[in-house]
């Protein structure tokens, strides 16, 4: 068996206007993410992490933001098109730590729907897919509630 590991990081600015969306759910708070797709950070780590452990580069790449057929764009859909590119290279998902960054809203509730969401869409089992949510104690721009960033570290087998 072999074995690759990748780690991704995503960060995109709150704004007026737009959905929050993590981890394909819709999570109800007074401002969004603002990015070309719908600026899920955390499928958006997920998915470079992926791409990380075969060395493909990294999701833009493959979904360039000049590319209009991205905008507004589902990342669970995007995050399929990454599961099925390590597949035809013979490759899979062993498991998914991931970490969500954020002052607010409180995560912790909807952690497990998204979960269940990611799991889903990879085609694995939940108890493969780790996701924590912390704050960044009012530091910096994630701190300053600026934004919102995902770290996330994908094992593959093959």
Not at 3 to 20: A, K, W
Not at 73 to 98: K, P
Not at 120 to 127: A, R
Request: aromatic share 4%; charged share 20%; hydrophobic share 45%.
């Amino acid at each position: 068996m072999s074995i690759r590991i990748g780690n991704g990081y995503d960060i995109h600015r709150l704004v007026e206007g737009r959905p929050l969306i993590l981890g394909g759910l819709k999570i109800a708070h007074t401002v969004g993410l603002l990015g070309h797709s719908d600026a899920d950070v955390l499928t958006h780590a997920i998915m470079d992490a992926m791409l990380g452990a075969l060395s493909l580069g990294d999701i833009g790449h493959y979904f360039p933001p000049s590319d209009p057929q991205w905008a507004g764009a589902n990342s669970l859909l995007l995050l399929a098109s990454v599961n099925q590119l390590i597949q035809e290279r013979g490759w899979q998902i062993e498991n998914i730590d991931s970490v969500i960054v954020a002052e607010r809203p409180k995560l912790k509730p909807h952690l497990p729907q998204m979960r269940e969401k990611i799991a889903k869409t990879l085609k694995i089992s939940p108890e493969q897919v780790s996701i924590k949510a912390t704050t960044n104690e009012q530091l910096g721009p994630v701190g300053r509630e600026e934004g919102i960033a995902a770290y996330a570290v994908a094992l593959l087998v093959s």
